[in-house]
């Protein structure tokens, strides 16, 4: 089992509409959790970080997490198309403080 | 303030020869990581350093690879002989170095092309 997991999609919005990102990690003892956006030849860009149960708002961002069922979302309300990219949810593992394990990545497409 | 700077953004080389990346981490960070990239592996870590010493290497793919940081503000990552399936996007990132809960800041990356 990997240890962080994402849909790879491509996920497809149409403008406007809300889009709802995904992940899954394997390590119960993870407390910190980041997302990052990555366009197409670019380097990955943090955009949002959660540490604890609950959500967390940022613009239109919002991350989501439950730690009880290892589980990490990512919205973003009132998509544009240039929300269109790859959002990579990452995960530090407790047994490693500074290694910050990646999901694949899921791929978004707003629609105009 | 600059983010992380990378050079060369990229790199032709044929194989066998050698090649050297370099980063330079944003000030005051005191963490600094090497990450691949590929469409089939994803994005893996290499190595990373904390107060410049090694402390993770695991992901070093094999011997040909080699890694140092002799301060603060500057590493290199070295391929030698270099193959054609060590074309990737090279990326260094750089941290506070507070451990867990830390947030990375990556820079460009550098895109390597062996043939």
């Known amino acids: 089992q990997k240890e962080v997991e994402q849909n790879s999609g491509p996920l497809s919005v149409p403008e406007g509409a809300i889009a709802s990102l995904n992940c899954t990690y394997s390590?119960?003892?993870?407390?910190?959790f980041f997302w990052y956006r990555q366009y197409s030849g670019k380097s990955p860009e943090l955009i949002m970080f959660?540490?604890?149960?609950g959500d967390k708002e940022d613009g239109r961002f919002t991350a989501q997490l439950n730690k009880a069922s290892q589980y990490v979302s990512l919205l973003i309300r009132d998509s544009q198309p240039s929300d269109s990219a790859t959002y990579l949810c990452?995960?530090?593992?407790?047994?490693?403080?500074?290694?910050?394990?990646f999901g694949s990545g899921t791929r978004l497409l707003v629609r105009p | 303030d600059a983010g992380v700077i990378q050079s060369p953004r990229h790199e032709v080389t044929e194989m066998g020869q050698e090649v050297t990346l370099r980063c330079k981490p944003i000030?005051?960070?005191?963490?600094l990581f090497w990450y691949r990239q590929t469409m089939m592996r994803g994005l893996e870590l290499l190595i990373y350093?904390?107060?410049?010493?090694?402390i993770d290497d695991s992901g070093m793919p094999e011997d040909r690879f080699s890694a140092k940081m002799p301060n603060a503000s500057f590493s290199t990552l070295k391929i030698q002989p270099s193959e054609p399936r060590d074309s990737a996007v090279y990326f260094c990132?750089?941290?506070w170095g507070q451990g867990e809960g830390d947030e990375q800041y990556f820079g460009p990356g550098t895109r390597l092309t062996v043939t």
């Open positions: 000030s005051g960070h005191n963490s």
């Open positions: 350093f904390n107060n410049n010493v090694p």
């Open positions: 959660i540490y604890s149960n």
């Open positions: 390590d119960r003892g993870s407390q910190s």
């Open positions: 990132a750089s941290s």
């Open positions: 990452a995960v530090y593992g407790m047994d490693s403080s500074y290694k910050l394990i």
